[in-house]
């Protein structure tokens, strides 16, 4: 069976092991609804898209009994290049692929409940985060539009240059900047609930948190966005599945260096990238990932810096996930010791 899940209702359509379709209908798209016309079936294969409803239809599913097989919209290229798109038919075309080789889908697997919830405060904290930048960008770009200029200053202290705001523009701007403050207390709570998250519900934390430039936030979501570590068969399959591999276009003769595939989730990728910033700038700690990645920038290649940055970021998301699934405690020189190790050992024998 496959589901197309709108924001009101879903639909569906069955087929037979011979492939003919032998039910096509459509359901509220709610937990209730799907309770009811999912729980009395026989067992099945169901294929659905990544999405917002996704989660929990995938949950509620599997608890029906049936194998969920979640697609990755970004392969599902046969639904979205038709030219005679329509739910109906992007239902039973979702059937048909996962009755051909699920494969072709690329499924995904979601985080658990519990995960979600907690990584649902992390995203809050974010959505405050960008919020408060543009309402301080606004602020500065009104002031500038007079004549005027707000010293450059910190997030957090952006409210106390509130007295370089012209009068004139006080009735428009004042509530803004009372807005701006209310948000900075905000992100501070958040920011105590995910040390305090950090602290007791994921202590796997405290290894990460060893790692230059890695914090309560940045462990956090990469615990939660990676979920079961031990899906994953190699570490460095991290990197893909975050969006930090680069893209290939190789036919022939032809490799085009491209960039990354920008795969995966967003937000964490933005965090590893911000994490490799802070490693390769001036307040970075010496470690074999910051030399590797300043070696990298001095290239002088094309974007070199940019390159390095997001080389750097990838080892991180390497790193990270070798730390979890891993007894060994970070050690930030671990690659030079274990060559020397290699070399003493060839050179004894």
């Given at each position: 069976?496959?589901?197309?899940?709108?924001?009101?209702?879903?639909?569906?359509?069955?087929?037979?092991?011979?492939?003919?379709?032998?039910?096509?209908?459509?359901?509220?798209?709610?937990?209730?609804?799907?309770?009811?016309?999912?729980?009395?079936?026989?067992?099945?294969?169901?294929?659905?898209?990544?999405?917002?409803?996704?989660?929990?239809?995938?949950?509620?599913?599997?608890?029906?009994?049936?194998?969920?097989?979640?697609?990755?919209?970004?392969?599902?290229?046969?639904?979205?290049?038709?030219?005679?798109?329509?739910?109906?038919?992007?239902?039973?075309?979702?059937?048909?692929?996962?009755?051909?080789?699920?494969?072709?889908?690329?499924?995904?697997?979601?985080?658990?409940?519990?995960?979600?919830?907690?990584?649902?405060?992390?995203?809050?904290?974010?959505?405050?985060?960008?919020?408060?930048?543009?309402?301080?960008?606004?602020?500065?770009?009104?002031?500038?539009?007079?004549?005027?200029?707000?010293?450059?200053?910190?997030?957090?202290?952006?409210?106390?240059?509130?007295?370089?705001?012209?009068?004139?523009?006080?009735?428009?701007?004042?509530?803004?900047?009372?807005?701006?403050?209310?948000?900075?207390?905000?992100?501070?709570?958040?920011?105590?609930?995910?040390?305090?998250?950090?602290?007791?519900?994921?202590?796997?934390?405290?290894?990460?948190?060893?790692?230059?430039?890695?914090?309560?936030?940045?462990?956090?979501?990469?615990?939660?966005?990676?979920?079961?570590?031990?899906?994953?068969?190699?570490?460095?399959?991290?990197?893909?599945?975050?969006?930090?591999?680069?893209?290939?276009?190789?036919?022939?003769?032809?490799?085009?260096?491209?960039?990354?595939?920008?795969?995966?989730?967003?937000?964490?990728?933005?965090?590893?990238?911000?994490?490799?910033?802070?490693?390769?700038?001036?307040?970075?700690?010496?470690?074999?990932?910051?030399?590797?990645?300043?070696?990298?920038?001095?290239?002088?290649?094309?974007?070199?810096?940019?390159?390095?940055?997001?080389?750097?970021?990838?080892?991180?998301?390497v790193l990270l996930h070798r730390l979890l699934v891993s007894e060994t405690p970070y050690d930030p020189e671990y690659n030079s010791k274990h060559r020397k190790s290699k070399v003493t050992n060839k050179?004894?024998?």
């Amino acid at each position: 069976m496959g589901l197309d899940m709108g924001d009101r209702y879903t639909h569906y359509c069955a087929l037979d092991e011979e492939g003919s379709v032998v039910e096509r209908d459509h359901l509220f798209t709610g937990l209730g609804a799907f309770e009811v016309v999912f729980a009395e079936r026989p067992p099945m294969r169901v294929v659905l898209e990544a999405g917002t409803h996704s989660p929990w239809a995938s949950r509620v599913l599997k608890d029906c009994g049936h194998e969920v097989i979640v697609a990755n919209p970004r392969k599902v290229r046969a639904i979205y290049s038709s030219d005679n798109k329509t739910d109906k038919l992007d239902a039973e075309t979702l059937a048909r692929i996962g009755r051909l080789d699920p494969k072709l889908l690329a499924p995904i697997e979601h985080r658990s409940a519990d995960a979600q919830v907690d990584l649902a405060m992390v995203r809050a904290r974010d959505a405050l985060i960008r919020t408060r930048t543009l309402l301080i960008n606004h602020v500065r770009g009104a002031v500038k539009s007079v004549g005027g200029r707000i010293p450059a200053s910190s997030a957090e202290s952006f409210p106390k240059r509130a007295p370089q705001i012209p009068k004139a523009l006080w009735p428009a701007l004042g509530p803004l900047v009372d807005t701006i403050g209310k948000l900075t207390v905000q992100i501070r709570k958040f920011d105590k609930e995910i040390e305090r998250c950090a602290d007791e519900k994921y202590p796997e934390t405290k290894k990460l948190r060893k790692v230059n430039s890695i914090g309560a936030l940045t462990s956090v979501a990469y615990v939660l966005t990676i979920d079961d570590p031990m899906r994953f068969g190699h570490s460095r399959d991290v990197g893909a599945y975050l969006g930090l591999r680069p893209r290939h276009n190789q036919s022939g003769l032809m490799n085009k260096q491209l960039g990354i595939t920008k795969a995966g989730d967003t937000y964490m990728r933005r965090l590893l990238v911000g994490s490799a910033q802070y490693i390769l700038g001036p307040f970075g700690q010496d470690c074999e990932l910051r030399r590797w990645g300043l070696e990298l920038a001095k290239r002088g290649a094309k974007n070199s810096k940019k390159r390095a940055t997001v080389g750097v970021a990838r080892k991180l998301a390497v790193l990270l996930h070798r730390l979890l699934v891993s007894e060994t405690p970070y050690d930030p020189e671990y690659n030079s010791k274990h060559r020397k190790s290699k070399v003493t050992n060839k050179t004894s024998q």
